[in-house]
């Protein structure tokens, strides 16, 4: 049998997880000398020390639960053993109080990208279709087919046509307060800087997000006259499916011809703007993915880029952390703005941060959502956090270019996805333990493994193996700039995302904490 090894994520922890593929046997030793007494899982928890009932556990130097019974060193620490502890008070919490890390700007990174007239960068050159309503998302994937097969091979400049389908735009109170949110993350998304500053619109006719709605004259503005048209299928002019399809192809036409007009130039480091989220996690993300990612962060923000991180359930078990980094106390307030505004909407629900975790986290050693909000909020690196935004809103219509950022979203993979798509994100890194073939249309994705194992057995879909660090192979800073240098080569075009190679992408979801009618 290989050595037992286990992770000590702090040395005031009382628990370690198993490194060992498989998890190690009853009767397991470990150098230090301690026994496991019954079979531990690959990822779970090993007691360190006797832990009588009612001792606080700890991980990462934080408690994640009471023990329910007496365990001894050496037993297995789950979910079933353990008392949740409850949510941190949203009042008394640190304001900035955290000093920034000396650190130096970090220069001479550049990659190749698509400058857009407000001063954005594509990593990407594609058409996106949008659309006000899900009634008219059959026929602009109808059309988008036809476009790939008899318009995009004639200009060869052009990534990829998209069609931006939902599940909105009708039978919704549009009126309601939070309405709002849906639609400035559609309108938004539609002015991603991947797209060019081309707007196509396919509506219906008669839903309730009009056009006019989504993009009122003060967004049209901001968009060259000749790259905003609508195409409405209950036209009088519409005669039939095909006179549809072919008002759609003719819109395009003109919007391929300028964006393959395009090409890719020289832009600095500074023109990424990364978001970075986490699904399918397990105990190992905390401690290979998450940690190199946080340091690739580290290196985006000296090179004066851009980086959201986001997952309000995610992070809210660790507020008192985030508030204290705050570059302010007015950015830290709007953190707690946003964590309360979060736990308003999930007591509407009759549920709490508990509903977060799931089978598959905890199949991978998470025992509740404490312990993986730990391991999340270390994808945020160290650098102060500069800005906060709400559900739906845009890094540059809010004059935010560079920094940490925290975008609030739900945790939601796919949610999250869409909602940093509308802040302007032009590059995305995800981290999986249990595996997931995340996928976005509109932003490449790059995956990052947090087991060798599912790296190996998932060859073909992880962009990146940082259970080397769980392996002794390379250290978390190794990683992190392997990951900075691959974000580079993936903003460049040279390379693609495996996701990418499959053509694997989920379904935008738009946030709607609205009333449906």
């Not at 290989?2 to 150098?31: K, Q, S």
Request: proline letters at 6%; glycine letters at 8%.
């Amino acid at each position: 049998m290989p050595e037992p090894l286990y992770i000590l994520m702090h040395p005031l922890d009382n628990v370690a997880i198993v490194v060992n593929h498989g998890g190690l046997p009853a009767g397991a030793r470990f150098a230090n000398g301690l026994v496991l007494t019954q079979a531990v899982p690959q990822g779970h928890k090993v007691a360190l020390v006797d832990l009588p009932q009612g001792s606080v556990v700890r991980r990462y130097n934080v408690s994640i639960g009471e023990t329910l019974r007496d365990l001894p060193a050496g037993s297995w620490v789950n979910e079933s053993v353990l008392h949740m502890p409850p949510a941190r008070s949203l009042s008394a919490l640190p304001m900035a109080t955290v000093a920034a890390p000396a650190t130096q700007p970090l220069t001479g990174y550049t990659f190749e990208g698509y400058r857009n007239a407000d001063g954005s960068v594509g990593t990407r050159n594609i058409l996106a279709i949008t659309t006000t309503v899900q009634c008219v998302s059959g026929v602009v994937e109808f059309a988008v087919q036809r476009i790939k097969a008899e318009l995009l091979p004639k200009y060869p400049n052009v990534d990829d046509v998209v069609g931006l389908e939902h599940t909105y735009g009708c039978g919704v109170a549009i009126d309601a307060p939070d309405a709002i949110i849906p639609i400035r993350t559609l309108r938004h998304i539609s002015q991603n800087p991947n797209f060019g500053g081309e707007v196509m619109v396919v509506s219906l006719g008669c839903e309730k997000l009009q056009p006019e709605r989504l993009l009122p004259n003060a967004v049209r503005a901001s968009i060259p006259a000749a790259a905003l048209d609508v195409v409405c299928l209950q036209a009088e002019q519409h005669v039939g499916f095909m006179s549809m399809i072919d008002s759609i192809l003719q819109s395009a036409d003109k919007h391929l011809q300028r964006l393959n007009a395009r090409q890719r130039e020289t832009v600095p480091a500074s023109a990424l703007v990364v978001g970075v989220q986490c699904g399918g996690s397990d105990a190992f993300s905390g401690a290979t993915a998450n940690p190199a990612v946080g340091f690739c962060t580290d290196l985006l923000v000296r090179a004066g880029a851009t980086v959201m991180f986001s997952e309000v359930t995610e992070v809210r078990d660790g507020i008192d952390q985030l508030t204290a980094r705050a570059s302010s106390p007015e950015v830290a307030q709007a953190m707690v703005r946003e964590m309360a505004w979060y736990d308003a909407y999930l007591a509407q629900g009759r549920v709490d941060r508990s509903a977060n975790t799931t089978p598959g986290n905890k199949q991978g050693g998470l025992s509740n959502i404490v312990e993986k909000a730990m391991g999340s909020i270390v994808k945020s690196g160290s650098a102060p956090i500069s800005a906060v935004l709400s559900p739906g809103e845009s890094l540059r219509q809010n004059g935010i270019t560079h920094g940490l950022v925290y975008a609030a979203t739900p945790a939601s993979d796919f949610i999250c996805g869409t909602l940093q798509l509308a802040a302007g994100m032009n590059l995305h890194v995800f981290t999986t333990g249990r595996g997931t073939p995340y996928g976005l249309a509109a932003c490449p994705v790059i995956k990052v493994a947090t087991r060798t194992d599912l790296a190996r057995r998932w060859h073909d879909l992880m962009d990146l193996n940082a259970g080397r660090i769980a392996d002794g192979e390379a250290s978390i800073e190794d990683l992190g700039w392997e990951l900075f240098h691959l974000l580079l080569e993936v903003a460049s075009g040279r390379q693609k995302t495996w996701a990418e190679h499959w053509g694997l992408h989920n379904a935008l979801v738009l946030f709607n904490p609205a009333p449906v009618t």
